[in-house]
């Protein structure tokens, strides 16, 4: 079984970080771009297993602001813990 990459690299707005994550992990139609419906979709519609590679994430810290930045990382690593077929690669 193949793994499925996503790769985020100066992520500087929110918008950018949800046309990444929809494009590269192929959410569906009916992704809602907001925070909730970011955790439902990488919690139930995407098949696994996949990865998301985030690099740069101090500068995305600085652009997001360090409220939204934590937001962003406690949902991946929520997701990541619930599915079991998720990997999270984070270099700051």
């Known amino acids: 079984m193949s793994v499925t990459t996503c790769q ?9 970080f949800y046309d990444e994550i929809q494009r590269q992990l192929h959410l569906p139609a009916h992704f809602g771009r907001n925070l909730d419906a970011l955790y439902d979709c990488l919690s139930a519609d995407v098949t696994g297993p996949f990865e998301v590679i985030w690099r740069d994430t101090e500068e995305s810290r600085q652009q997001l602001g360090p409220d939204l ?16 077929d998720v990997t999270l690669d984070i270099h700051h």
């Not at 985020?8 to 950018?16: G, K």
């Not at 930045?69 to 079991?84: K, M, N, P, W």
């Open 8 to 16: 985020l690299q100066h992520i500087t707005s929110l918008e950018q």
């Open 69 to 84: 930045y934590a937001t962003l990382l406690e949902i991946l690593q929520s997701v990541a813990v619930e599915r079991g």
